[in-house]
């Protein structure tokens, strides 16, 4: 009976042989896929590129990684751009510090909220702080420390970039900033104006929020146009409405040609009268919603697409 159990431990104990090899080959491989990288001291040399009043880009190589790239846009908003073939159809998140220099560590540093996007090309991470800040906390010495995380804990790549080079370009940079749109497509993608019972005329706040439209248009070459649908309540007869909704459809659009608007880039002009409520026209509240114009902003999807490839690097 003991030789029995002594033959049983024994081959149990060599059956395990391939499995505890198998567990070690997994971890072997699961920390070869974290990469560190550490861009030297010495080599802080920053590319600057202004896009139009839109962008702000400033990119450097990482050896073996690709570039990286910080990225100011219209509308006060700041993102990093990582251009890589390593990681592709990531999903995940990341973790992003601003991190005082090795010789002034006393300061933990600041962690920033940030989203992070698979653009097919690298990564795009959009960052919780506006341009101007984050500039003003890389002219002081902090540095840049992104990790991103797969579906392990383990960071699969994690990056430290000092910025030191960045106040060679610091002029360039502030004018850029400077010059920035306040406003971007996602924030005027879809605008919508309400209107008083039976009123047409805009208001002082709707006719500048007309005016950024107009503006923007001048400088996104990946906006073919705009669409323009205007509502009416059901208060009063369907005729009457559909005339209502029509009028301000129009007053929307005679101001937006006075502002340098083309016709050809209005795209569609339509007008609806008190169909396709969004919401109950039987409260107060719910009438003033459905008295609208909303005014939608197209984009050239391909024209993007080639415009962010070369933009963004």
Not at 19 to 35: D, E, M, N, R, V
Not at 67 to 73: I, M, T
Not at 290 to 309: E, G, P, W, Y
């Given at each position: ?21 198998l567990a070690g ?6 920390a070869?896929l974290?990469?560190?990288y550490?861009v ?11 896009v ?34 390593q ?63 797969g579906s ?8 430290e970039v000092?910025?030191t ?9 502030t004018?850029c ?5 306040p ?6 993608e ?55 909704s ?30 396709y ?12 919603l459905?008295?609208r ?6 984009r050239?999807?391909?024209?993007d ?9």
């Amino acid at each position: 009976m003991l030789f029995m159990k002594v033959r049983v431990k024994v081959l149990s104990d060599f059956l395990a042989i391939p499995f505890l090899l198998l567990a070690g080959l997994l971890l072997t491989s699961a920390a070869s896929l974290a990469a560190n990288y550490h861009v030297p001291l010495d080599e802080q040399s920053w590319d600057f590129e202004q896009v139009e009043a839109l962008r702000c880009v400033l990119t450097r190589n990482v050896q073996g990684l690709g570039e990286v790239s910080l990225v100011a846009g219209a509308g006060q908003t700041s993102s990093i751009m990582l251009q890589t073939m390593q990681m592709r159809n990531l999903r995940g998140v990341a973790r992003f510090i601003l991190r005082p220099a090795p010789w002034n560590r006393r300061d933990p540093g600041e962690e920033l909220g940030v989203t992070m996007k698979d653009t097919g090309t690298g990564l795009k991470f959009d960052l919780d702080i506006s341009p101007l800040e984050w500039m003003s906390k890389l002219t002081h010495s902090f540095w840049l420390f992104l990790e991103v995380y797969g579906s392990r804990p383990e960071p699969l790549i994690s990056l430290e970039v000092p910025t030191t080079g960045i106040n060679f370009q610091i002029s360039e940079l502030t004018d850029c900033l400077i010059g920035l749109l306040p406003y971007n497509f996602e924030q005027l993608e879809k605008t919508v104006l309400y209107f008083e019972p039976g009123k047409v005329f805009l208001s002082e706040r709707q006719q500048l929020k007309l005016a950024d439209i107009a503006n923007y248009l001048q400088w996104d070459g990946t906006v073919i146009g705009l669409s323009i649908d205007a509502h009416a309540d059901s208060s009063g007869y369907r005729l009457d409405n559909l005339k209502l909704s029509k009028q301000r459809a129009e007053v929307v659009y005679d101001y937006l040609l006075s502002k340098s608007v083309k016709p050809t880039q209005v795209l569609h002009l339509r007008h609806h009268g008190q169909r396709y409520p969004v919401a109950d026209n039987g409260t107060r509240k719910g009438r003033q919603l459905n008295r609208r114009v909303v005014i939608t902003l197209k984009r050239d999807v391909q024209r993007d697409f080639v415009q962010s490839a070369l933009a963004d690097p």
